[in-house]
């Protein structure tokens, strides 16, 4: 039922055939759902563009803690390295300092 126009004709001929009472609550509880669902598309289509908005904010929140923890990592490899650089070089030279001679 697209308009209301063409739903007068239907509840006159239906009460013209005088329907039962089953068939009267059976049409009530159709047109109650059909009402609840036009009313939820009805938020849905008016809330969209609202959440598909906070979806994006979160998803770009959660791609910066993403990268800011990448960037930790990278920043911890690299002081481990520069670590263990030293720690080498620190090795490597005390032998060379010991040396007396050449073999």
């Given at each position: 039922?697209?308009?209301?126009?063409?739903?007068?004709?239907?509840?006159?001929?239906?009460?013209?055939?005088k329907?039962?009472?089953?068939?009267?609550?059976?049409?009530v509880?159709?047109?109650?759902?059909?009402?609840?669902?036009?009313?939820?598309?009805?938020?849905?289509?008016?809330?969209?563009?609202?959440?598909?908005?906070s979806r994006?904010?979160?998803?770009?929140?959660?791609?910066a803690?993403?990268?800011?923890?990448r960037?930790r990592?990278a920043l911890?490899?690299?002081?481990?390295?520069?670590?263990d650089?030293?720690?080498?070089?620190?090795?490597?030279s005390?032998?060379?300092?010991?040396?007396?001679?050449?073999s």
């Amino acid at each position: 039922m697209e308009t209301v126009q063409e739903l007068i004709p239907l509840v006159k001929e239906m009460m013209a055939q005088k329907p039962s009472r089953k068939l009267v609550k059976l049409y009530v509880v159709g047109g109650v759902l059909a009402l609840f669902g036009m009313m939820l598309g009805l938020v849905e289509t008016v809330c969209s563009p609202f959440t598909a908005a906070s979806r994006l904010r979160d998803e770009e929140a959660a791609v910066a803690a993403l990268r800011a923890v990448r960037e930790r990592q990278a920043l911890q490899a690299r002081s481990l390295q520069e670590k263990d650089k030293q720690q080498e070089g620190i090795l490597c030279s005390r032998p060379l300092a010991n040396r007396q001679h050449a073999s």
